[in-house]
């Protein structure tokens, strides 16, 4: 293994999934939900896969139809205005999106500034790009983990080629506020940087959170790519569809990476997201409201259980501070949690830089079933 990448190991999702299966616990560590998503959506894949449509190499940035549906979503909802042929790439899941824009848009040396606690890929991706990550740390306050936009300033130097964003935010919860998108915007266009956003959880968001994609603030869509993934959107996490929206140029970027690490994405899955990308807006509204009730049922069970508790403003992720149980090492405290309660879960350690700064955090995924999420609090309430 070379250097860029020795420092990172197995991914923590791998790990934790294993350790899951070999203890036989309720998996609240990866991120993926237990129920599948709509069944006309799972039809429409097997139509594509029976009609043929598909089945040999798609085009290069995407079969048209999801192109367009792409277009239309980010209309639909944000009004932004995207053209299916020059400014939409369809990628190998929103993972892949992440890997060919910092291979696009990183030069050796470049700084690239990510929010911490970062999603696991961000640091790698930058380091096989050849960038220096620079985490600004998100701290607890008032109940959220917020954003210090002096630090953020601060944290850019002439080096800095990208912020990498991400809201809804893995794994606190935030939802950034248009005051905040809006300092960063005015940062970006004054230090002249590019945005990559990742907004795979812009449908999950909670209590009149409003998710604002960054490149609908005035100057922004110039300067931004954003990412999203049918993954989070439709419960479809295997089928690995994501996707880029950005000017031609940056699509073009983007596209010249992506072109040599997949060359092209799954072809019958890319027709069924098309049609995802149109159910009615009943479909997410559904979607929230069941996470919204699964949301409260875990928040309120780790109450009950001990924990410290930041009730998430988005995604389906909540994080937890363990010090209210006495415990202060997040890592030990996920190893030892199938043994002590059949119960698995993410150390948010993992996602610092600053790994004193994560430690006394865990993260529980609450995309599961009712009555596991129920079976899961019991346990965590009888934790030995
Ligand atoms: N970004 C974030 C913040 C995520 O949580 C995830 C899913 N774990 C991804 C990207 C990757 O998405 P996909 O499964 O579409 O590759
Ligand atoms: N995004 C999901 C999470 O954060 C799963 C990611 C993965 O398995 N790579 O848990």
Redesign the pocket.
């Given at each position: 293994l070379n250097r860029r990448l020795a420092e990172f190991g197995t991914t923590i999702?791998a790990e934790m999934s294993a350790l899951a299966a070999r203890t036989g616990s309720i998996n609240l560590g990866?991120?993926f939900p237990d129920t599948d998503g709509p069944e006309e959506i799972r039809e429409a894949a097997v139509r594509a896969l029976r009609d043929g449509r598909g089945n040999q190499y798609p085009p290069g940035p995407g079969v048209p139809e999801l192109r367009t549906a792409i277009a239309e979503h980010q209309r639909r909802f944000y009004g932004l205005e995207y053209d299916p042929d020059r400014e939409v790439l369809v990628t190998?899941?929103?993972?892949?999106?992440?890997a060919a824009a910092l291979l696009a848009l990183v030069e050796p040396g470049d700084e690239v500034i990510a929010l911490e606690p970062y999603?696991d890929?961000y640091a790698a991706c930058v380091a096989m790009a050849g960038g220096t990550r620079v985490p600004v740390t998100l701290r607890p306050h008032d109940g959220a983990f917020a954003l210090d936009l002096d630090e953020l300033r601060a944290a850019v130097t002439d080096r800095t080629r990208l912020i990498l964003l991400?809201t809804p935010?893995?794994p606190t919860g935030t939802v950034l506020t248009r005051a905040e998108l809006t300092a960063i915007a005015e940062l970006a266009q004054e230090r002249d940087l590019l945005v990559v956003t990742?907004e795979?959880?812009e449908h999950l968001v909670f209590d009149g959170a409003e998710h604002i994609p960054l490149a609908s603030l005035p100057g922004m869509r110039e300067r931004t790519v954003t990412?999203g993934?049918?993954?989070?959107t439709y419960s479809f996490?295997g089928w690995?569809?994501?996707w880029i929206t950005a000017t031609p140029e940056l699509t073009a970027a983007v596209r010249s990476a992506k072109q040599f690490l997949t060359y092209v994405s799954s072809g019958p899955f890319q027709y069924a997201v098309a049609e995802a990308l149109r159910l009615p807006d009943t479909y997410v509204e559904g979607l929230r409201a069941e996470l919204l009730a699964k949301r409260d049922l875990l928040s309120e069970g780790l109450t009950a259980a001990g924990f410290g508790v930041h009730r998430p403003a988005g995604?389906y992720f909540v994080t937890t501070d363990i010090r209210p149980l006495g415990e202060t090492d997040g890592f030990a405290f996920c190893r030892a949690l199938p043994e002590r309660a059949g119960v698995v879960a993410i150390p948010n350690a993992v996602f610092y830089d600053h790994r004193e700064e994560g430690a006394p955090f865990v993260r529980f995924a609450f995309c599961k079933k009712t009555e596991v999420l129920q079976e899961a609090v019991d346990r965590l309430k009888r934790m030995s």
């Open positions: 999702f990866q991120g190998a899941g929103a993972t892949e999106a992440i999603y890929s991400n935010h893995n990742d795979v959880y990412i993934s049918a993954g989070k996490t690995k569809v994501g995604t």
